[in-house]
């Protein structure tokens, strides 16, 4: 309809920005990687000595396994019970559906640093609200945040709490957008609703689960309010991961160098996450 | 997420729902039970997600004798507002205000870069039109990976003297908030009938005033929607805000909630208080435009 390039002045602008903000820093940090880097400058050029001296720092393997176990309990959890939610909503009806929705979005509209400090609040030993609770249903004196194990679990829990409304919402525009006839066609064939469940609906809900899976499996992974705000990596080292060890590195230690080629290492780990995102999303030009 | 007017969509859609006539009977069958359990399903699921935001909203105006009462009372203490006028002290409102701009400036370089952009990538044929808008779809994931991104980002702003400033924040928000917005606004044009582009044309109009005259009126809803989620995702960014920017009269609010934590120590009255007034605009935009949150979140947009 008009010439060919009317359309490119108007992406200009917008693409402008992205480059300068989210592209060409990544070619500038694989670059800068490859140097001794003093005061945020650059100094020496000494290859890959940074992303060398992270294979001899005998911490960083217990950091990736913590990472691993976090990332993938918290995605797991949180895709479950956003599954369950959500055929529970798709259920209800218009009206209802609408208000429980609303509820369960309510933790993923307020910041992480806040839904975190909160937990902290409920959990803090001597006064938190969930001591008095334990004390008074009779557990005696539950104190979660000392134990390794259970500020592990804290974390993983406080990260499904602030997630699973977008879950929610993403698998349930996901369940509406099933035709109903094939359910009911099912039904009248005599299938029970768990088959209807497993044989019609879940297959057709593979794409937003994937996607679902996807973006939170990137949003935890690259976490580091959640751990710096609940328990500042302890006890012990038993709740420190890998964004919180980069964030640690580059702006407490000061040891830019390690640090930025542990978050290039990490953005390759996203980078895939994304292609998969890419091939699933339904865009079209 | 093919529907592409949703908003006028869910509210007309509401009415033609007919309940099946077996539920009707089962209901007068089993009256209490099965509403009893949707109620109950209903609070227990309203306790999880709100309990710990109420606590903290109602520990905020709790004095120092309340709050360390054991056991921790729910109503039954004295409000106060000393924990307020000592976050407030301590300048908090400042952050807010830091805030306010940044997220307001956001929201508008959004909607600003985001219209032009959606309207080429949905009406106009132009070299590397696939690959470019492929970029755009793979960076809304991609800014959910701040932590990795951060460091290059920090290191490459600090080469180039842009930290550090009332720009510093603006510019990497809209960044990560613009692919989103874009993905928002081309499923809105899409749905708007090129009909219309080609009788204004017809009409002697450029393709600019096309996008000022016929786009812009009919995408209103799509602003909504990209508007209250970049809002809400510049308002509670802490990873950027807290680095980015070092003096104390540039801070947002996030970072300044982070550093309560080692200023007030165990003093959960002022940092429950600093929690409480950092969610207040947004509790007020998801009770004005939660609708619209809800909308923008289905149709696509894809942050955790």
Redesign the interface.
């Known amino acids: 309809m008009y010439s060919r390039h009317a359309g490119l002045t108007y992406i200009v602008p917008a693409f402008a920005l992205l480059g300068l903000v989210l592209f060409s820093p990544v070619f500038y940090g694989f670059w800068f990687s490859l140097f001794r880097i003093q005061y945020g400058a650059p100094t020496d050029f000494i290859g890959l000595g940074n992303f060398l001296r992270l294979l001899d720092d005998p911490a960083l393997g217990g950091t990736l396994t913590r990472s691993t176990v976090f990332t993938f309990f918290a995605v797991a959890l949180t895709v479950a019970i956003a599954l369950a939610l959500a055929v529970w909503i798709h259920k209800l009806g218009e009206r209802r559906g609408f208000a429980v929705q609303m509820i369960v979005i309510v933790p993923w509209i307020i910041s992480t640093v806040v839904a975190t400090l909160l937990f902290r609040w409920v959990f803090v030993n001597d006064i938190g609200l969930a001591l008095s609770l334990a004390r008074w249903a009779g557990f005696g004196d539950i104190r979660l945040l000392n134990d390794p194990t259970s500020a592990m679990a804290l974390l993983i829990g406080v990260s499904v709490w602030k997630r699973i409304g977008y879950a929610v919402i993403i698998l349930l525009a996901g369940l509406k957008s099933i035709p109903e006839d094939l359910e009911e066609a099912a039904r009248i064939d005599g299938a029970t609703g768990w088959q209807v469940f497993r044989r019609i609906t879940l297959p057709l809900l593979k794409t937003p689960l994937l996607l679902v899976t996807i973006v939170l499996t990137l949003s935890n992974l690259n976490t580091v309010e959640t751990p710096l705000v609940l328990t500042g990596g302890g006890p012990g080292n038993a709740t420190r991961i890998l964004p919180m060890e980069i964030f640690d590195r580059a702006f407490v230690a000061y040891d830019l160098g390690s640090a930025t080629a542990l978050a290039l290492v990490m953005f390759i780990g996203n980078i895939l996450l994304v292609l998969a995102y890419v091939r699933l999303a339904k865009w079209k030009t | 997420?093919?529907d592409l007017t949703p908003m006028t969509a869910?509210k007309t859609?509401?009415p033609t729902?007919v309940?099946f006539v077996p539920i009707a009977d089962r209901r007068r069958m089993l009256p209490s039970v099965w509403g009893l359990m949707?109620a109950a399903?209903?609070a227990v699921?309203?306790i999880?997600?709100?309990?710990?935001?109420v606590?903290?909203i109602l520990?905020s105006f709790k004095g120092a004798q309340d709050?360390?009462r054991?056991?921790?009372t729910l109503f039954d203490f004295t409000p106060t507002l000393e924990n307020y006028q000592r976050v407030i002290d301590s300048g908090f409102l400042g952050n807010m205000k830091m805030s306010l701009f940044y997220s307001a400036t956001t929201v508008m370089a959004t909607l600003a870069?985001?219209l032009?952009?959606a309207?080429?990538?949905d009406?106009?044929?132009?070299?590397l039109?696939?690959p470019?808008?492929?970029?755009?779809?793979?960076?809304?994931?991609?800014?959910?990976?701040?932590?990795?991104?951060?460091?290059?980002?920090?290191?490459?702003?600090?080469?180039l003297g842009l930290t550090n400033a009332w720009f510093t924040l603006p510019?990497?928000y809209?960044?990560?908030q613009?692919?989103m917005a874009?993905?928002i606004m081309k499923g809105t044009i899409e749905g708007i009938p090129r009909e219309l582009?080609?009788a204004a044309?017809a009409d002697g109009a450029s393709?600019f005033e096309v996008?000022r005259y016929v786009i812009l009126p009919l995408s209103k809803p799509a602003f909504g929607a990209a508007g209250v989620l970049t809002f809400?995702g510049s308002?509670?960014?802490?990873?950027a805000g807290s680095?980015m920017v070092d003096s104390p009269a540039l801070r947002p609010i996030?970072p300044a909630?982070?550093n309560f934590?080692g200023f007030f120590g165990?003093e959960?009255g002022p940092?429950?208080a600093s929690?409480t007034l950092?969610?207040l605009p947004?509790?007020i935009a998801?009770a004005l435009l939660?609708r619209l949150?809800?909308s923008g979140?289905?149709k696509?947009s894809?942050?955790?």
């Open positions: 997420m093919e869910t859609a509401r729902t309940p949707i399903a209903f699921l309203a999880l997600n709100l309990l710990p935001l606590w903290g520990t709050l360390f054991f056991p921790p870069l985001a032009p952009a309207y080429a990538f009406r106009f044929n132009f070299p039109r696939g470019l808008f492929l970029l755009v779809v793979a960076s809304i994931p991609l800014s959910l990976g701040a932590a990795a991104l951060l460091i290059p980002n920090y290191l490459y702003f600090t080469r510019l990497i809209t960044a990560h613009l692919p874009i993905w582009d080609e044309v393709h996008l809400v308002w509670n960014e802490f990873v680095v996030q909630i982070y934590i165990r959960w940092l429950t929690a950092a969610i947004i509790l998801f939660g949150i809800v979140l289905t696509g894809v942050k955790g």
